[in-house]
């Protein structure tokens, strides 16, 4: 039978143990993966409301916005569901690097082999 | 100090209590992200190894091989790992739809307030 979280128009994420789903977010311009993050159900509406992307912070267990202190906040521009609603696609204009390295996307290395090399 | 795992070339990934990382894939031609999944040790180790995507289906407790049934293989162009080491993102050229629905991508609805509408 069809699982109505899969092919409904209901709004119903499926939340894990911890009450999180997962976030990931690339640059509306270059399509490039800028980050990867968590989300619990106040993030996700925060972020539907303001169109600037919040997290939940799984290591400080606060809920956070990106780039309350750095500036480097994410503007939404879009925001994607996957099947199962456990996953959400945020498709965003930068204002800055997305990375706390300063770089600008947290996927600043490749995997060749058993290494990394930078990727650009 | 500077953390080694986020600052070297050296693959370690920081695998969480279930020993899994997250893995997002992105179509290579048209940034578009496909879908998240998890992978264990052993699939990155086998999608590294064969450029092809596997998987750890935490539904099943098994090992996936993307398109092992029904033929929709992704076919790895490049592979990047985040700064903290705990996600991977998969550059692709995939074979057919990525989700199970049919769909070319899992992420086909948007979120329009606490609505979902599709996404084309």
Known sequence: MPDPRETGLALDPKYDASGLITAVATDRTTGEV????????EALRLTVETKEAHF????????????????????????????D?????????????ACHTGERSCFYRRIAGDRLVPAE
């Open 56 to 83: 939940w912070s799984r290591s400080r267990g606060a809920l956070w916005k990106k780039g309350e202190t750095s500036g480097h906040v994410l503007h939404v521009a879009d925001i994607r569901i996957d099947c």
């Open 34 to 41: 800028l980050m990867l993050a968590h989300m619990n159900a």
């Open 85 to 97: 609603q456990d996953a959400v696609w945020l498709i965003v204009d930068p204002a800055g690097p």
